[in-house]
């Protein structure tokens, strides 16, 4: 297989680990959201209260981020108020329901990715956390460059 091909099938992979993650996270959860909702959802509550900086940590334009904080808002997960410093943009919060749905997706995440692990032994778990850092290791210093 050329690595062209290996690179592929990676982000096939990938794609349907993601694909099945949220499938079992929406079900457990009972919740509707898509998996950029909740991207956005988790984005917001790691700090990010700005429509700027949510579309930069997710890689969607603003027009995008703003369609799906329309639907969150709709959906009471999040409230927008706006800023003080510049009455143009509005800054981002989540509500207690959007709170609560986190929590709960954040539990069940937990819980699947848990499922997940026990099929693998410990060395492919190392592994696994030695690739993933690499990974994101090579990311954080393409940002810094």
Known sequence: MTRDNKINELFS???QFKRCMHRQVVMQTHSNISVTQAEILFTIGKGANRLRDIAQAQTIT???VTQQLKLLEAAGLIESV???EDRRE???SITKKGQELLRQHRHAMKTHVRRYIDRLTDQEIDDFIYIMKKMI???S?????
């Open 62 to 64: 603003p027009s995008a």
């Open 141 to 145: 210093t393409k940002e810094t460059n």
């Open 90 to 92: 509005h800054l981002l």
């Open 137 to 139: 290791q090579t990311e």
């Open 82 to 84: 706006p800023s003080s």
């Open 13 to 15: 992979v990938f794609l």
